[in-house]
């Protein structure tokens, strides 16, 4: 992580403002650079940007590497004449705010189709050198999921492991008839990964040139309908049957009395120390050649996580099952001596995980609006931090600052407002400046905060399995005087350059 004091804005590249009904890689994406800078931020971070799954969560997707192919920009590929002027009139059904992810699917994904035709009519040279070394030096991950897309688009609606056997199994001969019975779809898929990869490392690189590093996230587990699951099925908790028998989860907690049943397949940790945590490294690899820095998500699981039997609905009977622990961060440190990671540490924390993340100089993370409801001494208030810390009023799963601050308990305003020293109003902002004033080497803020955004627009409610993952804004919603509160809390607090003119009487 970075030694200087900074802070960032989380948001993810779906709510960019756009004219195709979401965000993607395409010119707002610079915008938002741009205005990051303006306002004195040095951190972007942003969701996983990896294929998305059930309910369109980036946390569900096909695979732990691939990346979403609905972020690459369209109008790109016009540029580029892989598109006509008539290929990019957008769809008058598309709506400002929010994404409608089913018309993204049937806007997006014909365009990439006929984009992909046209590079092979059209492509010169370079370009075609350029996609061929792509796939030459993401083989390892990339021939498997481009061939998983495949054979699951001949199988609509079915789980991999209800697939034909011999490709459920994974039979040589079976995988090469495929590969060669649909070769079409498999070059499509490759295409589409060669322009997410070229467009986000052509953003990254502006990004990184105007002073913004960009916060990945890598989800602790993968979906079961997912390539990892399919090409890797010895390094996962399956059954007989090639089904999970124990799935993931987290124990009653602030978010849920039944506690959270994920469902995704748990990890045969054993297998995975049988070949040196290759699969682990691969993924780390990949993630941090697209982020410079990586918050790996519920990193509690490392040290034990929730085990919940496949057969039960919530997750309340579950167990606590030792994870790999400090082997598994050794490993991340032999393949990567300089090794940037957030630890998401929150939930129930026991010691042992606070210990695995200071053994290892790990930041661990505190979210604001839980820190009212109890005394001083709860570690999330900001008097309470350490150094080593990235501090976040909330984080994608949480309401808004305004929607936690409407909805929040007498207790907690009273608690909160002697805290802060204010009566209530523009409660977001006070909760910005707490954090910023912290000791706290980086602070994170949502981009709903910054624009005093109420509960209507948060990312997530966890547990809920609609409308979420759908929240955009507008250039309309942005003044020139958030750019200016952000600096001069930055300039104040040591987290951007001070301008010697910035507060001269």
């Not at 369209?74 to 004449?81: A, E, S």
């Not at 690189?205 to 399919?230: L, Q």
Request: glycine share 8%.
């Amino acid at each position: 992580m970075t030694s200087e004091r900074a802070s960032g804005i989380l948001l993810h590249p779906t709510s960019l403002p756009g004219a195709y009904g979401a965000g993607d890689f395409g010119p707002a994406a610079y915008q938002f650079v741009d205005w990051l800078a303006s306002a004195g931020q040095s951190m972007w971070q942003v969701l996983p940007m990896t294929t998305i799954g059930e309910g369109y969560s980036p946390y569900m997707g096909s695979s732990a590497f691939a990346g979403n192919p609905l972020l690459i920009d369209l109008t790109d590929l016009g540029q580029r004449g892989w598109l006509e002027s008539e290929d990019l009139q957008p769809d008058t059904e598309f709506a400002a705010d929010r994404v409608n992810y089913a018309l993204q699917f049937a806007f997006r994904v014909p365009r990439l189709r006929l984009a992909a035709k046209h590079f092979n009519d059209r492509a010169g040279p370079t370009d075609r050198s350029d996609l061929a070394a792509f796939c030459a030096e993401e083989a390892s991950w990339l021939n498997d999921y481009a061939l998983f897309m495949a054979i699951d688009a001949q199988h609509p609606g079915r789980q991999w492991n209800e697939w034909p056997a011999e490709l459920v199994r994974r039979d040589a001969v079976a995988l090469r008839k495929a590969h060669s019975a649909y070769a079409e779809e498999v070059a499509f898929s490759k295409f589409c990964q060669w322009l997410f990869s070229r467009q986000w490392s052509r953003l990254k690189r502006y990004a990184n040139e105007r002073g913004v590093s960009i916060v990945g996230d890598v989800p602790i587990y993968v979906a079961f309908h997912s390539v990892d699951v399919w090409a890797h099925q010895e390094l996962f908790e399956l059954d007989a049957n090639r089904l999970s028998s124990v799935v993931a989860g987290v124990p009653p907690d602030y978010f849920s009395p039944t506690g959270q049943r994920w469902g995704n397949p748990l990890y045969r940790w054993a297998a995975h120390r049988g070949d040196g945590y290759r699969w682990w490294i691969g993924r780390m690899k990949r993630a941090l050649s697209l982020a410079d820095l990586v918050r790996i998500d519920h990193f509690r699981g490392f040290a034990a996580y929730w085990e919940i039997p496949a057969s039960e609905p919530t997750a309340i009977n579950g167990r606590w099952v030792k994870g790999p622990g400090a082997e598994l961060l050794r490993a991340f440190q032999s393949a990567f001596p300089q090794l940037p990671v957030i630890a998401e540490d929150l939930g129930l924390i026991t010691p042992d995980v606070g210990e695995l993340r200071d053994s290892f100089d790990m930041p661990g993370m505190r979210i604001l609006q839980f820190a009212f409801g109890e005394t001083a001494s709860h570690p999330y208030l900001p008097h309470n931090y350490e150094v080593n810390t990235v501090a976040y009023t909330g984080t994608h799963d949480n309401d808004t600052a305004v929607g936690w601050w409407n909805g929040a308990s007498p207790r907690e305003r009273a608690f909160a407002q002697h805290y802060l020293g204010t009566d209530g109003n523009s409660m977001q902002w006070k909760l910005i400046r707490a954090l910023s004033i912290s000791v706290a080497r980086l602070v994170i803020f949502p981009m709903q905060d910054v624009l005093g955004l109420d509960g209507r627009y948060r990312m997530n409610v966890p547990g809920t399995q609609s409308g979420n993952w759908e929240w955009r804004f507008a250039w309309s919603d942005v003044h020139d005087w958030h750019a200016t509160v952000l600096r001069d809390l930055g300039a104040v607090h040591g987290r951007c350059k001070l301008n010697e003119s910035q507060f001269r009487p």
